[in-house]
Antibody, heavy 120, light 111 residues
Framework: DVQLVQSAAEVKKPGESLKISCETS????????IAWVRQMPGKGLEWVGI????????RYSPTFQGRITISADKSTNTAHLQWSSLEASDTAIYYC?????????????WGQGTRVTVSS | QSALTQPASVSGSPGQSITISCTGT?????????VSWYQQHPGKAPKLMIH???NRPSGVSNRFSGSKSGNTASLSISGLQTDDEADYYC???????????FGGGTRLTVL
């Protein structure tokens, strides 16, 4: 079965760095892109970026470009989302997700979400 | 402000039918057949209900259907059940630099 298991919730202070993960199993990691989606408290879904693990190509939403880094570790079939300097406005739940087919534009499989809280 | 416009809330009684609209532009909904709909219950991850405008993934009830006309997509739910009460989000591929856009979400209340 396809599974996306995300790392545990994090509580950080403004200015700190953070790297969260999305460990995948049940399929060939490099064949399907991974998308990251943000959900701020009480708000809707926002696309953060897409990672193509095969060649590690990443496309970022303009909203997040320059603020976050998405990467892949093919040795562990894991995708990562990281910040070098967190801000309070980064407080949100972050989901990783995968399409059913490699060329699909819809997200069929979802991780359980990682809650990130940034507070002084 | 979200790129796609959805009503903030809709409601219906058990057994009734409802429709949720999602309005975009010719750069997204109107230009491509890549509209998806997601259901999200409180505290849970989103679940794909409709993809490519009108296709249901395996396991999704046929009470859910999708359609599109011009720049507006719609999700219809027939025979409302209490478990349908959730937030629903539309999404579309876009030819702009954003690549992908979501609607602001619609809260469905089953009275």
């Amino acid at each position: 079965d396809v599974q996306l298991v995300q790392s545990a919730a994090e509580v950080k202070k403004p200015g700190e760095s953070l790297k969260i993960s999305c460990e995948t199993s049940g399929y060939t990691f490099i064949y399907y892109y991974i998308a990251w989606v943000r959900q701020m408290p009480g708000k809707g879904l926002e696309w953060v970026g897409i990672l193509y693990p095969g060649d590690s190509h990443v496309r970022y939403s303009p909203t997040f470009q320059g603020r976050i880094t998405i990467s892949a570790d093919k040795s562990t079939n894991t995708a990562h989302l990281q910040w070098s300097s967190l801000e309070a406005s980064d407080t949100a739940i972050y989901y990783c997700a995968r399409p059913y087919g490699s060329g699909d534009f819809s997200l069929h499989y979802w991780g359980q979400g990682t809650r990130v809280t940034v507070s002084s | 402000q979200s790129a796609l416009t959805q009503p903030a809330s809709v409601s219906g009684s058990p057994g009734q039918s409802i429709t949720i609209s999602c309005t975009g532009t010719s750069s997204d909904i109107g230009g491509f057949n890549y509209v998806s709909w997601y259901q999200q219950h409180p505290g849970k991850a989103p679940k794909l209900m409709i993809h490519d405008v009108s296709n249901r993934p395996s396991g999704v009830s046929n009470r859910f259907s999708g359609s599109k006309s011009g720049n507006t997509a719609s999700l219809s739910i027939s025979g409302l059940q209490t478990d349908d009460e959730a937030d629903y989000y539309c999404s579309s591929y876009t030819s702009t630099s954003t690549l992908w856009v979501f609607g602001g979400g619609t809260r469905l209340t089953v009275l």
